[in-house]
């Protein structure tokens, strides 16, 4: 850091500092990798913290949270201690001083939305990796840094750097609702891409998700739509890419529509009366205005959603004018993350995929029932995170199932694996099978994951098709399946 001092830094935080106000000058970090003079942020804090952060030698430290004596401890060991009601200010503070410092002519992409947005950042990654940009992203196969909730991505440019001496490229994928407690972490999209000063904000889709966060869809899109209001800040020429088969993120080209400094590119469907800035032709190809881009035979994978964040990516490349066989050659050879449509046994097929709301229950089905004669689905039901997502999940699955010839649906709450973060309430699950039971869907329920895993393959024959759907709860399947000798 340079030239702040602890009572700027409160200020700026909407915070109150307790303790001296000094000048700061190291990093933004976790407390336990912090070193002396850094500047830690961390949600909660108690006394014993206090005490750690204060022998190590951290020059401030950042709460919302303050626990037990925690405040009468830091003002009597004379440490600079700052408590604020929004975290997130001071982690989007963390964030534009690492990218100022270290990122400051980098290429800076944002990718955001309901579903897709680990796929599209990822892929972008590998994109600009392969062609040899030091290239950074947060994005890994749990996404568990793209939010403001820690100063995760501050602290790994910082890293970065360290380790490459410049970064060329960054692809963040942002959380598109954010918060904790049932508590709303307001204008999150925005906040994060506003400190990232992105040159680019792609928003891939919008469908239920988060809530128990929101208090209405329109909400929702409010806060998805953040990317692009976030567009407005840059003083300097930015790419929105939008997904035009959504109404609702095509809509938001509004936002900044009065902003000639602004590029906006669609993706979507091929029409040859309305030709799209990209888009795809079924079985023939991803096409840039009226020219093939890349063939079908070509795409890494082919199904509907893996598709529309292939075409987001194209978008970008098209934009910063990379080589088209560069781009061609590194989406040929691309591996997805895990858990993105992942095919982890032959006979019967197993499909593992991090459906966790609505749309993505719903495609992932669409596309996983094509690949088998019987259809077998394993759900992890959402735990601590609402009866409202949890009957819009059911819903989907309702709606999904309904018209499917011959279906076995088998319901988890994952006891055997989750934490207490991610536990199925009763209402949860009162609220789950209550749906499925309005529409006439039957199921069976385990307990642990490991039963209903080896119970779909004990009823499955080898020319059948088994989904794995869900977030934490389904997270350690694989891991449960290898040690069974089952993939």
């Not at 108690?46 to 951290?58: L, R, S, T």
Request: proline share 2%; charged share 25%; with cysteine.
């Amino acid at each position: 850091m340079d030239n702040i001092k602890t009572l700027d830094l409160s200020e700026i935080v909407e915070g109150k500092l307790y303790g001296p106000n000094v000048e700061l000058f190291g990093r933004f970090t976790f407390l336990n990798k912090a070193s002396k003079n850094d500047i830690v942020i961390r949600h909660w804090i108690n006394k014993k913290g206090i005490q750690i952060a204060y022998d190590k030698g951290v020059s401030c430290l950042i709460t919302q949270n303050p626990q037990e004596d925690s405040i009468e401890l830091a003002e009597e060991l004379n440490f600079p201690l700052i408590v604020t009601d929004h975290i997130e200010y001071a982690t989007a503070y963390a964030l534009n001083n690492s990218v100022k410092k270290y990122a400051d002519n980098a290429f800076k992409m944002s990718v955001t939305g309901t579903n897709g947005k680990s796929t599209t950042s990822h892929l972008l990654f590998t994109i600009f990796s392969d062609l040899n940009y030091k290239t950074y992203t947060n994005t890994d196969a749990e996404s568990e840094g793209n939010t403001l909730i820690d100063p995760r991505v501050s602290d790994e440019l910082t890293d970065f750097y360290e380790n490459n001496d410049k970064i060329d490229v960054i692809t963040l994928e942002v959380s598109e609702v954010q918060g904790w407690d049932d508590k709303l972490m307001k204008n999150h999209s925005y906040q994060m891409i506003n400190a990232l000063e992105a040159d680019v904000a792609i928003i891939t889709n919008a469908s239920f998700d988060h809530m128990n966060l929101v208090e209405s869809f329109d909400e929702l899109l409010y806060e998805i739509e953040g990317a692009a209001r976030a567009l407005n800040n840059q003083n300097k020429e930015t790419l929105l890419v939008l997904n035009y088969e959504d109404k609702n993120i095509r809509a938001m080209q509004k936002a900044v529509k009065d902003n000639p400094k602004v590029k906006v590119m669609y993706f979507g469907d091929y029409d040859e009366n309305n030709l799209l800035d990209i888009s795809y032709k079924e079985n023939i190809g991803i096409y840039s205005k009226d020219e093939l881009y890349i063939k079908y035979e070509d795409l890494p994978f082919t199904s509907a959603h893996f598709i529309q964040d292939i075409m987001a990516a194209i978008a970008v490349c098209e934009y910063k004018m990379l080589n088209k066989d560069d781009v061609i050659l590194s989406l040929k050879n691309y591996k997805p993350l895990s858990r993105r449509f992942i095919k982890l046994r032959e006979n019967p097929v197993i499909i593992d995929d991090f459906a966790h709301n609505p749309s993505g229950i719903q495609l992932t089905i669409e596309n996983g029932s094509k690949l088998g004669d019987k259809l077998f689905v394993v759900n992890a039901i959402r735990g601590s995170r609402g009866e409202d997502i949890n009957e819009e999940i059911a819903e989907a699955l309702a709606q999904t199932l309904k018209d499917k010839d011959d279906y076995t649906l088998l319901l988890t709450c994952s006891k055997d694996v989750v934490n207490h973060l991610n536990t199925v309430t009763d209402s949860e699950l009162e609220i789950f099978t209550s749906t499925l039971n309005k529409h006439n869907i039957s199921y069976k329920i385990f307990d642990n994951l490991e039963d209903a895993l080896i119970n779909s393959l004990d009823l499955a024959s080898q020319d059948d098709v088994i989904l794995l759907l869900g977030a934490q709860g389904m997270d350690p399947a694989s891991g449960i399946l290898l040690k069974n000798n089952l993939i």
